[in-house]
Each structure stands twice: as structure tokens, then as C-alpha cells.
């Protein structure tokens, strides 16, 4: 489907810039190895069988093995306590071979989210959870930041260069996308609303930015006539929804932001899937080579 004039937008290659990051976090660690003899090394931590979690924790493993680090992978059952939980993050935070900690999100009901990431020593935490590093972002300092919306802002600075001045609309206050994407985007100098489910004039909000983010959640919510002419849409969202089309019990995912319709006015759009999501786990490598170089010059006091 084109419009009258035929414009369609460009696609954002997500996957494609994960491959160009995952190549340059492999000379990094081939570079620690060889000037320190480290081999750094990120713990991914599952509780319970979510279908969704278990697939993203198994790719999680065998990328950071094919960048050169080592994956340590802890599966837990899903009646798992938090005591027991924060008693294998404290042995993690003091396990010298392990640079980087990352405990996969959602947890089961039961457990408080909240104090498991507290429990995580800011320097491993390459989720960028913590509060403290959650605090240096808010800041202007430098801790390690959220592999989901630093990867939203890789792809916003290879698409367009300077940020300086760009209206940017924040769909989602989540402490884990729109919050720091949020601050990310202020510290390039963009003017930035947050906005959320309870925002008034959604619609209105939208068409006024450069740059939109949609970070909600909510299958196709972003209608093509939100879209400004010429803006970059970045989609977060990462839905299932049910495809009779393509056989029974099928599935197909999609974003936040009807696709096809955001194409014809956008100048830029990241796919589902196929844009943000590939950048999440790319991102996560960068941080634990970050973490692990960090720990290192720390220690040999450099
Ligand atoms: N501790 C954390 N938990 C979760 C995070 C996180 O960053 N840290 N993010 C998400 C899940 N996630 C990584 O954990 C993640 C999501 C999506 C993708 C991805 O590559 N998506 C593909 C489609 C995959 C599919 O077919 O389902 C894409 O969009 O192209 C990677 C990682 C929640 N939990």
C-alpha cells in the first residue's frame, strides 16, 4: 500500500545494526582478554517457565558466547522464594568471574522485583536497573543504562545524526523503557513529553513530534494519522497477536504502532519484529564488556 505520491518510509535495520554492535563487543573482549587476560563474564538468571522469557534467556546465552565472554545460566523453578533469589545475587555480586548480572523480567507474582534489582551491585548491574545507575542517568553521570532504550538511541543517532532541538514524544513512563528513554533523549538536547495511557489529547501530542517513541504496550495504538509528516518512529512494542490466516493456534507480533499506516506518513519506522527488540540483547552485550573493562582498570587501578 503506497500513498497518492508513493511515499513509504524508511525501514530502520535494527537487526542489522545489532550485528555491526555484537561484532564491535567481540573485539572489545578480544581486546580485554589479550591486554588484561580477563574473560568477561554475564549471569542471566530465569525464575519460573514464562514461554516468552525462556526464549529470550536462551538467546541471551548463546550470543554472549559467540561475542567471547562467558554466560553463566541460572534457571529457577517458579516457587523459587525472593530470599533464595537474593541469596544467588549476593553470591553472583562476589563471584570475581562474573562481571556483568542480569535477572530476567517478569517474575513471578510472589516476588518483589524491586528489592531483587536493589540487590544487584550497581557495577554488574548491565541491566541499568539499579537505582543508582537508574540516578546517574537522571544526572548526567556515568553508570550503565537500560539495553532497550540505549538501543532505541543508537538507531535514532544513526538515522539522524544531531538530535539538537527535535520535539520528542516518550510513549510509556515505565522504569525500564520510557523513563530513561526519556532522559536519554534530554541529554541530546531534544525537548521531551512523556506521555501515557492518561494523557489527554493522545492524538494531538503525537503529531507535534520528530521523534516518537511508542513504548505502551498496546497492540497497534499509535493510528498513522498520529504520525507528523516526516517524523521517525521508533516501536518498542512487541504484541502477539492471533494469525487464523497463517494456520491454527498461529501467531504473528506487532507493535505499538499500526505499521502500515505510520509508513505512509513517517520518514523513518523500526519494523516488528526486526528493529528495537534485537537491538535489547545487542545492547545487553555492549553494557557487560562495558562493565567488565570498568571493573577491570578499577581493580588494576587504572
Ligand atoms: N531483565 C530484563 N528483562 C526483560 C528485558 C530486559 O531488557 N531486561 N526486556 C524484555 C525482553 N527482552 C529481553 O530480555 C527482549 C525482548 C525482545 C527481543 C527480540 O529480539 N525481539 C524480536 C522478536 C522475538 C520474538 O519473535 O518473540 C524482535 O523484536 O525482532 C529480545 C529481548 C522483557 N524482559
Not at 513529553?193 to 507535534?208: K, Q, V, W
Amino acid at each position: 500500500m503506497t500513498t497518492e505520491t508513493g511515499h513509504r518510509a524508511k525501514l530502520i535495520d535494527g537487526k542489522g545494526f545489532a550485528a555491526g554492535l555484537r561484532q564491535q563487543v567481540a573485539n572489545r573482549v578480544a581486546a580485554l582478554k589479550a591486554s588484561h587476560g580477563i574473560v568477561p563474564g554475564l549471569a542471566v538468571v530465569l525464575v519460573g517457565d514464562d514461554p516468552a522469557s525462556e526464549i529470550y534467556v536462551r538467546n541471551k546465552g548463546r550470543q554472549t558466547l559467540e561475542v567471547g565472554m562467558q554466560s553463566f545460566e541460572h534457571r529457577l523453578g517458579a516457587e523459587t522464594s525472593q530470599q533464595a533469589l537474593l541469596d544467588l545475587v549476593a553470591r553472583l555480586n562476589a563471584d570475581p568471574a562474573v562481571h556483568g548480572i542480569l535477572v530476567q523480567l517478569p517474575l513471578p507474582p510472589h516476588i518483589e522485583s524491586a528489592a531483587v534489582i536493589a540487590a544487584i551491585d550497581p557495577a554488574k548491574d548491565v541491566d541499568g536497573f539499579h537505582i543508582q545507575n537508574a540516578g546517574l542517568l537522571a544526572t548526567g553521570g556515568r553508570g550503565l543504562v537500560p539495553c532497550t532504550p540505549l538501543g532505541c538511541l543508537m538507531l535514532l543517532k544513526e538515522e539522524l545524526g544531531d538530535l539538537s532541538g527535535l520535539d520528542a514524544l516518550v510513549l510509556g513512563r515505565s522504569n525500564i523503557v520510557g523513563k530513561p528513554m526519556a532522559h536519554l533523549l534530554l541529554a541530546e538536547n531534544c525537548t521531551v513529553t512523556i506521555a501515557h495511557s492518561r494523557s489527554r489529547n493522545l492524538p494531538d501530542l503525537c503529531r507535534r513530534a520528530d521523534i516518537l517513541v511508542a513504548a505502551v504496550g498496546r497492540p497497534q495504538m499509535v493510528k498513522g494519522d498520529w504520525i507528523k509528516p516526516g517524523a521517525t518512529v521508533i516501536d518498542v512494542g512487541i504484541n502477539r497477536l492471533p494469525a487464523p490466516e497463517k494456520g491454527q493456534d498461529k501467531t504473528r507480533l506487532v507493535g505499538d504502532v499500526d505499521f502500515e499506516a505510520a509508513s505512509l506518513k513517517a520518514a523513518a519506522i523500526t519494523p516488528v519484529p526486526g528493529g528495537v527488540g534485537p537491538m535489547t540483547i545487542a545492547v545487553l552485550l555492549a553494557n557487560s564488556i562495558t562493565a567488565a573493562e570498568r571493573q577491570s582498570a578499577r581493580e588494576s587501578g587504572e
